[in-house]
């Protein structure tokens, strides 16, 4: 009897142990079969692809505070450098002024232009020049960028000048490691040059010794593509410095290029590199100059106002200069005294003293 009861309790566990793991595959199979049809059950929602945080950040586009062109990055006011430019024929072809954002052209003496070119600490450009003398105008436009005025001597009354209103400045005659002569192709006085590398240089050791000052000139409002000036003229600017061709200065706008080239004369003007001189902005400042001894040294007025017009995209409007003192940055204003934009990019100021010197080409 007992042995039967035996034979049934093993029975019955045989049983409980086969149930269990068919169970057991049971339920094995029914998760494996229904991770088989989830996407049928159970369909995946779609989640749009989510943006990269470079996708995310800002798209502020930055100006250059000189030029006015587009940087990746918030630019501090730049250390300027003011470069007088011999512009007599002697000293043609000329170096580097292809290369400034700004440039000057104004009379001495005879009437013969002379450029004060404008660079800024970062730019490289291997050769300026020929580095000429000082004059009083130049300076007053110098100091308005708080630039460095770099030039080689000067009329007694721009160094009476520089002495006594805090110019900074680099007079050859006491930095020649600034400058070197190139006596082979020229013949003094119109053979010194410089580069950025060597102003900068002085820059370093000026500041080390005397000055650390913080930049605080002002800029310039400058033009996006959005802006409508269909209502100006159409005209180029023909300067007239003397009489004769030689210092006739011509500029033409270039549709194809957006820009104005230079012609001096009847000759598209070069540098000594066989480089074209082109221009985005050229303003024509009218003013007073005075010729104050037998040299034929000239007074130019640069502080009030006075007679303007701004040629820009192969226009022209007339408007006013405003310069309020020696140390306030020369501006263009509209008739009825709103700021003009400049394009971004390059600008030449002519300095004459009446409307006989200006000519409209069209």
């Known amino acids: 009897m007992k042995n039967k009861i035996k034979k049934i309790i093993n029975g019955m566990k045989e049983r409980m142990i086969l149930t269990s793991v068919l169970f057991g595959a049971l339920v094995l199979a029914l998760l494996l079969g229904g991770y088989a049809f989830r996407g049928v059950l159970f369909p995946k929602s779609e989640v749009p692809d ?6 995310n950040e800002p798209t502020e586009q930055w100006r250059h505070p000189l030029t006015g062109l587009p ?21 043609w072809p000329q170096a580097g002024i ?3 954002f700004l440039v000057i052209e104004a009379p001495v003496e005879a009437g013969i232009p002379r450029l004060e070119a404008f660079f800024y600490q970062g730019q490289e450009v291997d050769k300026i020049g020929p580095v000429r003398s000082a004059r009083p105008y130049f300076v007053d436009w110098a100091n308005e960028l708080d630039a460095m005025y770099v030039h080689v001597g000067g009329s007694n009354q721009a160094l009476e000048l520089i002495d006594n209103n805090g110019t900074f400045d680099l007079n050859q005659f006491w930095n020649g490691q600034s400058f070197w002569r190139d006596n082979d192709t020229r013949y003094a ?9 060597l102003l900068g240089k002085a820059l370093e050791k000026t500041q080390a010794e005397e000055r650390n000052q913080e930049l605080v000139y002002g800029v310039w409002e400058f033009a996006d593509e959005s802006e409508d000036i269909s209502n100006w003229e159409t005209a180029d600017p023909i300067i007239q410095f003397t009489s004769g061709s030689t210092y006739t200065a011509k500029w033409v706008f270039d549709a194809e290029a957006q820009k ?26 009218i003013t007073d100059v005075e010729v104050i001894d037998g040299v034929g040294r000239k007074e130019i007025r ?18 006013k200069w405003v310069k309020p003192s020696a140390s306030q ?13 400049l394009n971004p990019g ?16 069209k």
């Open 71 to 91: 940087t990746m990055e918030r630019e501090d006011l730049p250390q300027v450098y003011a470069v007088m430019i011999d512009h007599s024929a002697d000293a």
């Open 260 to 285: 104005y080239q230079r012609w001096q004369g009847n000759y598209a003007f070069q540098t000594e590199t066989d480089e074209d001189i082109w221009a985005n902005n050229i303003a024509v400042m």
């Open 329 to 341: 940055r020369l501006r263009f204003i509209t008739l009825d005294g709103q700021e003009i934009k």
């Open 346 to 361: 390059t600008t030449w100021i002519e300095v004459i003293d009446g409307y006989d010197k200006l000519e409209f080409s």
């Open 98 to 100: 292809n290369q400034a």
């Open 302 to 319: 640069t502080t009030g106002r006075g007679d303007a017009y701004v040629f820009r995209d192969g226009k022209v409007i007339e408007g």
């Open 189 to 197: 006085p119109h053979n010194v040059y410089t580069s950025t590398e």
């Open 50 to 55: 989510q943006p990269s945080s470079e996708q």
